[in-house]
């Protein structure tokens, strides 16, 4: 055990999903020193429900004191609701609280994100070459067993996944009757059935692979994977229970101190910790903005507003919020569901398979899936209203030039995506019970890119007065006939065989809600978010309102990045936490390239490039650094308000 250090050469501000991958790889080299700074506490007092895979869906974290328990401002395009917008306060973020899902974007939507940086040093790092091999990095992959791939109708690739890296995924070792039927019902109803989701073509039907460790059926999150196995490392500290509160700057926008605090009424002055070579911000689509403006970084009339002095003047912050916009269809059945085993009780403890079976069994369908023939006028119109859009207040909040140049941007990005397989809607099959009983399925409906953005922004100087959050929902109406569309084909499985044999009736939306206005109306008080938001700090070019360039670096600070999934410029369609583990794993690349002359995941992309084009080969390979395990968190020492972890680290490749 060991105090806090006067200085480290990277302080990371937030300890989640991104943050503690970034903390574990900087500090595999001993003479590098990392500070991690969390907000929330260690997990370690409620590691069951964590642990626990199905858990999250009955008793899990959210609405609990490990969740920010955010809330949007009233949406006015959702009957003036205010939606929740939940997120980790514990060691391993929301990876420690989320459903699992390891899903991937397609290589469309991250060759589209790396098309969006143009020529800009490192664009590269971001299009799907570079980032299949560092989601691919990041995992251990267990194929399921004969038995479970039989009874799900389940289709894997193992050269699509890592072998060494420190995150399990796996499938479910238990598996109901229902479930299996999931692809013979879709491929019914004409949507392909996908052969290899996790290889760039992530649409069509299919069962997703879950962030779990077959070895025990436990999740398998930050904090688990890249922390907890590694034998002790003098170089990396780890506070708990303390917020970081703004980043104090010299007179040439470096950034040499860090200041903190345990709560908003600790007695100034706040402590600080100094700062060798940089801060990386990873607080998330939220926090990370949260600590940018607080620390007087983003638009100037927010900040002034806010009463914080400006240091920097970057319009783009909090800008381009997206999110995906969910609900679902909910049907009476004779199946077997999670929630009657749940309350059976057959769901307690680790080392239970029936533990492990979480909802995984989804589908992103694309625009003529939901659409028709109808799918090439409605990409058109939504093209022509462009200009409008991006200069009316009400699509676009921010009236910065740059921001609606960005706006555009991101506008045109979307409406390329929408005639390429991509999917737009995805359904997925939930059966862990509803408001309408334990004997209910649903079949979800998520909105995956969305036309509709808003903005995050501080209204206080006070770090722990929760920014506005302004998501700006349903604002475009592309978004509704999206998710309109994407609601009658959820209605459609449950009439479509196989699973329409286990259906007994529709209770909602129900028989009152029919014609496309009817679904409308309902759509608005009833949608609520997939838990995805992303883009606040979106990497772009600076005349587009970018925040942060490829390398991650904030424009116009000496030597702040910011790395989570607020930095993704466009909304994709997956769940964010695999290609977030992409992104911490690329960031941590990119920053040793600075320092010790690892090859950049730029570099090593051009490499395998001109290799490719040499031998006439994918440029597609798998990195493999792997974590040593072998380490429990070490127990607090005595600070004041705080909990600093000292570990002592060897790692071995």
Request: hydrophobic share 40%; net charge negative; glycine share 8%.
């Amino acid at each position: 055990m060991q105090p806090l250090s006067a200085s480290y050469d990277f302080i990371i501000a937030g300890g989640g999903l991104a943050g503690l991958v970034l903390a574990s790889r900087l500090s595999e080299d001993a003479s590098t020193t990392v500070l991690v700074i969390e907000a929330g506490p260690t997990g370690e007092d409620v590691q069951s429900r964590i642990d626990n895979p199905v858990i999250a869906y009955f008793n899990g974290l959210m609405h609990s004191e490990y969740d920010w328990q955010r809330i949007t401002t009233p949406q006015p395009n959702l009957k003036n609701r205010k939606i929740s917008w939940p997120g980790g306060k514990v060691l391993g973020g929301s990876s420690a609280m989320n459903g699992m899902y390891m899903v991937r974007p397609s290589a469309v939507e991250l060759n589209a994100m790396e098309k969006l940086l143009g020529s800009m040093d490192g664009a590269t790092a971001w299009g799907w070459d570079s980032m299949f091999t560092a989601m691919k990095k990041s995992e251990t992959f267990t194929p399921p067993s004969s038995d479970i791939q039989s009874e799900g109708s389940i289709v894997s690739n193992a050269a699509s996944h890592g072998t060494i890296g420190p995150i399990h995924t796996t499938y479910a070792g238990f598996i109901l009757p229902i479930f299996g039927e999931w692809e013979d019902t879709l491929g019914n109803m004409g949507v392909d059935v996908s052969s290899d989701a996790n290889g760039g073509e992530g649409w069509g039907a299919f069962v997703a692979t879950s962030a779990i460790n077959p070895s025990n059926w436990t999740r398998s999150y930050s904090k688990a994977a890249y922390i907890d196995p590694l034998p002790p490392r003098a170089n990396l500290h780890i506070l708990t229970n303390q917020t970081v509160t703004r980043m104090i700057f010299d007179g040439n926008l470096k950034a040499t101190a860090v200041e903190y605090a345990n709560h908003g009424y600790q007695t100034k002055p706040w402590p600080t910790v100094a700062v060798n070579k940089e801060v990386i911000v990873s607080g998330g689509p939220v926090g990370s903005p949260n600590i940018l403006m607080q620390s007087g970084v983003g638009p100037a009339d927010k900040l002034k507003a806010a009463g914080v002095t400006v240091s920097h003047t970057l319009p783009g912050v909090g800008q381009h919020a997206q999110d995906h916009l969910s609900t679902a269809v909910v049907f009476k059945t004779t199946a077997q569901t999670t929630a009657q085993l749940y309350a059976a009780g057959e769901l307690n403890g680790i080392n239970n398979p029936k533990a492990s079976f979480v909802n995984s069994a989804i589908a992103y369908t694309n625009i003529t899936d939901l659409l028709g023939d109808s799918a090439s006028a409605f990409q058109q119109e939504i093209a022509a209203n462009l200009s409008a859009y991006a200069n009316d207040r009400a699509f676009n909040p921010s009236s910065d030039a740059t921001v609606t140049k960005g706006y555009q941007a991101v506008y045109q990005a979307n409406v390329d995506t929408l005639l390429t397989p991509a999917g737009q809607v995805e359904l997925l099959l939930a059966l862990t019970g509803s408001s309408a009983g334990a004997d209910t399925v649903a079949v979800q409906a998520a909105l995956q890119h969305p036309f509709s953005t808003g903005e995050v922004y501080i209204a206080t100087p006070n770090p722990f007065d929760y920014p506005v959050i302004n998501p700006n929902y349903f604002s475009h109406p592309a978004d509704v006939v999206l998710l309109r569309e994407g609601i009658k084909l959820a209605r459609t499985v449950g009439k479509t065989q196989p699973i329409s044999t286990y259906v007994t009736d529709e209770v909602v939306p129900g028989s009152s809600v029919q014609t496309d206005d009817d679904i409308d109306a309902w759509l608005r008080g009833v949608v609520s978010t997939e838990f995805h938001p992303s883009c606040t700090c979106s990497m772009l070019p600076l005349d587009q309102g970018g925040v942060v360039d490829a390398n991650l670096k904030v424009y116009g600070l000496q030597n702040v990045r910011v790395a989570d999934s607020s930095v993704f410029p466009v909304s994709f369609a997956a769940h964010l936490m695999a290609p977030t583990y992409g992104l911490a794993e690329q960031a941590a690349m990119i920053i040793k390239s600075q320092y010790d002359g690892t090859a950049s995941p730029a570099s090593q992309t051009a490499t395998n490039t001109a290799a490719s084009q040499a031998t006439g080969t994918s440029s597609s390979s798998s990195q493999s650094n792997k974590v040593s395990s072998g380490l429990k968190l070490a127990a607090s020492p005595s600070l004041s308000m705080a909990v600093a972890v000292a570990l002592t680290f060897l790692v071995f490749f």
